[in-house]
């Protein structure tokens, strides 16, 4: 065992002794304790923290509000704890082994993420960075954090989104190419789509848009290879059965092994057989942070697969409150409205398993 990893051991058992953080009996339910244990080729986790920006002006980008003399009182200790909550979260995902590849968004910046990786409790694990500073007004981008023995980047690219009919500038998306653990090729997308912003129906175009951008890179790695192993994450912004992704991403909600090449959503399952959600909004839990796979990871031949039982949404209780206004539970934001409450994000993680043969 190298020195980085029995420092991480050190640090889960340190959590563990003290009743913290990481993933353990007692503290999750049954099924999400075993999804947690399952042993896996790499396991691929997207988290949008809401919100993660550091206590500093940039004066390129409208980050005001998040400072110490903005409204929420945004102070370094205020940062520092909710990067320790993303750090929580990434743990608690990965149990006794820390996910191999992290998607993030809704972060400020570089110098977040060097903290997080290099200053938080997660400096053990040794993640590091795939990030570029994105056009989106308020200044929050995507990024990608990997284990650089679990995956070894081949490719890097920032898709750009230039939509000449919106004014508004949005995320890049994030696409990187790499080697698994067995050699094989993994493509893997990570997204934050526009917003709802000013209703559902009158942004829709916006994210139509954005999914015929991604659809455009997928189509070119298919016509390379329609055997791919492609896996998209990310806050879509839209649910399974939108038109985004239903229809002009063409993530479909079932797998045809008759059709070649394909991208499948496993999400579309969650909402809408086992009723799970990763966000709620005015009482109804819907599912804008989703899994989306190419057929080729779901035959059973492949070497890298998947199968849709492999596609969590990390519920764990920790991460919820009591919902007075709608009842039930929601998520447990760091505000609510503008207390501070020292919460984690108004969406929940989702993560998926690729296994090996």
């Not at 290879?225 to 839209?238: E, K, T």
Request: glycine letters at 8%; charged letters at 20%.
């Amino acid at each position: 065992m190298n020195s980085r990893w029995f420092k991480y051991c050190l640090f889960l058992g340190f959590l563990l002794f003290y009743g913290g953080l990481a993933a353990q009996p007692g503290l999750l339910p049954e099924e999400l304790q075993k999804a947690v244990e399952s042993p896996h080729l790499a396991r691929i986790l997207f988290y949008n923290c809401e919100n993660l920006f550091d206590a500093q002006n940039d004066s390129l980008i409208d980050d005001e509000e998040f400072l110490p003399t903005g409204v929420r009182y945004w102070i370094n200790s205020r940062f520092y704890e909710k990067a320790n909550r993303v750090a929580k979260v990434i743990t608690s995902v990965g149990g006794w082994q820390a996910p191999e590849l992290v998607g993030l968004c809704e972060v400020e910046n570089r110098k977040v993420l060097e903290f997080l990786t290099g200053k938080s409790l997660l400096y053990p694990v040794g993640y590091k960075i795939i990030h570029k500073e994105s056009p989106d007004a308020r200044g929050i981008d995507v990024a990608l954090l990997y284990l650089p023995q679990k995956f070894e980047p081949l490719h890097t690219q920032f898709i750009p989104v230039v939509n000449p009919n919106s004014s508004r500038l949005t995320r890049d998306i994030l696409y990187a190419k790499g080697l698994l653990p067995n050699s094989d090729t993994l493509h893997l997308f990570v997204n934050h789509w526009p917003s709802r912003y000013g209703g559902m129906l009158e942004s829709e175009e916006n994210r139509v848009f954005v999914a015929s951008i991604v659809k455009k890179t997928v189509d070119s790695i298919f016509q390379a290879n329609s055997d791919a192993n492609i896996v998209l994450v990310g806050d879509f912004n839209d649910e399974p059965n939108n038109e985004s992704l239903i229809k002009t991403l063409g993530a479909q909600p079932t797998f045809d092994s008759l059709i070649k090449p394909q991208l499948v959503n496993l999400s579309y399952t969650l909402q809408f057989d086992k009723q799970q959600g990763s966000h709620k909004f005015q009482g109804h839990w819907g599912i804008l942070d989703q899994m989306i796979v190419s057929g080729a990871l779901l035959q059973k031949g492949n070497r890298t697969y998947t199968t849709t039982e492999k596609a969590i949404i990390f519920n764990a209780p920790f991460l919820l409150e009591p919902d007075n206004t709608y009842l039930g539970q929601k998520p447990f934001r760091t505000f609510n409205g503008f207390k501070y409450q020292g919460g984690f994000s108004d969406h929940l993680p989702v993560f998926v398993d690729l296994l090996e043969k």
